[in-house]
T-cell receptor, first 112, second 112 residues
């Protein structure tokens, strides 16, 4: 049973455009929702994260929107740049149990 | 601050052979994770240590996979015997708090 569903699988955006990646979860015990960025040959690196007591968090060009009732959250990348081309993973974590579940990733390509 | 170190970076073996991976977490991080990342999928947790005790190994194929964390620092993950479906990137991560996980670069295993 996949507990975190991520879409789309791949995304192509023009430079300066907005990239949007969506995730949905099932387990209401999840209480921490990070997004990771992974470049080829590297491990994932934390990009931005949100807790369910807020509906939005913004850090520079990256914003997480969180809808607790719908059990959905999304990553918005504003003014997308070619350097943002990478694979993005959403995750959902039950911090009491310490368990993290990852989505299957979205490969983002930003065209110059 | 030094990151999570993993070795080897690449390994090619024949099926039914054994292989071992090593991980050195960030100094002071009590929690250590081993993930399996199959091409096109998100990381899947294999085992989680808190200091040198196992917190979660529910998804570890215990008939062929084993892991240990001696003295609560370095960790090794072993596969014996390897199967074709074990071909993946094996990621080690560590964390100080039950939130941000810091990942190593991974070991890419190819089983022929």
């Amino acid at each position: 049973q996949q507990q975190v569903k991520q879409s789309p699988q791949s995304l192509i955006v023009q430079k300066g455009g907005i990239s949007i990646i969506n995730c949905a979860y099932e387990n209401t015990a999840f209480d921490y929702f990070p997004w990771y960025q992974q470049f080829p040959g590297k491990g994932p690196a934390l990009l931005i994260a949100i807790r369910p007591d807020v509906s939005e968090k913004k850090e520079g060009r990256f914003t997480i929107s969180f809808n607790k009732s719908a059990k959905q959250f999304s990553l918005h990348i504003m003014d997308s740049q070619p350097g943002d081309s990478a694979t993005y993973f959403c995750a959902a974590q039950d911090t009491n149990a310490g368990k993290s579940t990852f989505g299957d990733g979205t490969t983002l390509t930003v065209k110059p | 601050e030094a990151g999570v170190a993993q070795s080897p970076r690449y390994k090619i073996i024949e099926k039914r052979q054994s292989v071992a991976f090593w991980c050195n977490p960030i100094s002071g991080h009590a929690t250590l994770y081993w993930y399996q990342q199959i091409l096109g999928q998100g990381p899947k947790l294999l085992i989680q240590f808190q200091n040198n005790g196992v917190v979660d190994d529910s998804q570890l194929p215990k008939d062929r996979f084993s892991a240990e964390r001696l003295k609560g620092v370095d960790s090794t993950l072993k596969i014996q015997p390897a199967k074709l479906e074990d071909s993946a990137v094996y990621l080690c991560a560590s964390s100080f708090l039950p939130y941000e996980q810091f990942f190593g670069p991974g070991t890419r295993l190819t089983v022929l």
